[in-house]
């Protein structure tokens, strides 16, 4: 199993399937000063591992304030529960992925798939819209609604030394079950190249760099052009 690490300044991979538990997104932090974010929260199942590898980078768990759920699957919000009920963090979502988080569909979270169960939360802080801008601690995030895998997928964009994207789950997949939309997703793809992001933090296929990041979009635009 690989270590948590620092992937830029300030932003750290704390969870995925080699750092926490095979079922779990990769799961980013950023520290903004006396606040910490996490970018999604895994499936549940590695929350022990992420927590103690939080604390092993000199964080304390309980200075997570907020949770960014960038779409409501499981292996991506699994762990918000029980974060929420121990420190109290405030989930941020867009709220056309408002009734997976709230209401715990099966169905809609793909749990179902995973044979997990949901403990559904309320969101905290709904995103309405395409763009928004929110100042946490000492850093400003901008959040994009980038549907496509899901209604609600949202992108998050952090300018500081450079720019980082957070464009969990590009890769897809697609299901009508879940809301996909390839059109849409398309279009969010085309949003996404056009930032010219330094580093992207992708949901699970990791770190890509520089020119990396436009060539990583560009091939998983062209895997589904035929859908």
């Not at 996909?180 to 992207?200: E, F, P, V, Y």
């Amino acid at each position: 199993m690989t270590e948590p690490k620092a992937i830029w300044d300030r932003v750290y991979v704390v969870g995925g399937a080699g750092l926490s538990h095979p079922a779990d997104c990769c799961v980013y932090l950023v520290d903004a000063f006396n606040d910490i974010l996490l970018i999604d929260a895994g499936a549940g199942l590695g929350l022990d591992r992420i927590l103690r590898n939080i604390s092993s980078l000199g964080f304390e768990p309980h200075q997570i304030s907020h949770i960014i759920a960038t779409h409501c699957h499981i292996d991506h919000i699994g762990g918000i529960p029980l974060l929420k009920d121990l420190y109290g963090c405030k989930i941020i979502a867009h709220k056309l992925d408002r009734e997976g988080i709230e209401e715990g569909d099966p169905r809609t979270t793909a749990a179902n798939l995973y044979g997990l169960d949901y403990d559904p939360r309320k969101i905290d802080v709904l995103l309405d819209g395409n763009i928004k801008t929110l100042t946490i601690g000492d850093l400003d995030f901008c959040f994009l609604h980038t549907p496509g895998h899901t209604p609600g997928s949202i992108s998050v964009i952090l300018d500081h030394n450079g720019r980082v994207l957070f464009g969990q789950d590009i890769h897809g997949p697609f299901h009508t079950g879940w809301g996909s939309d390839i059109t849409l997703w398309r279009r969010s793809m085309k949003t996404l190249l056009s930032l010219n992001a330094d580093l992207l933090c992708e949901g699970h296929a990791g770190i890509m760099r520089g020119e990396e990041v436009r060539l990583y979009i560009e091939a998983q635009h062209k895997r589904y052009r035929n859908e």
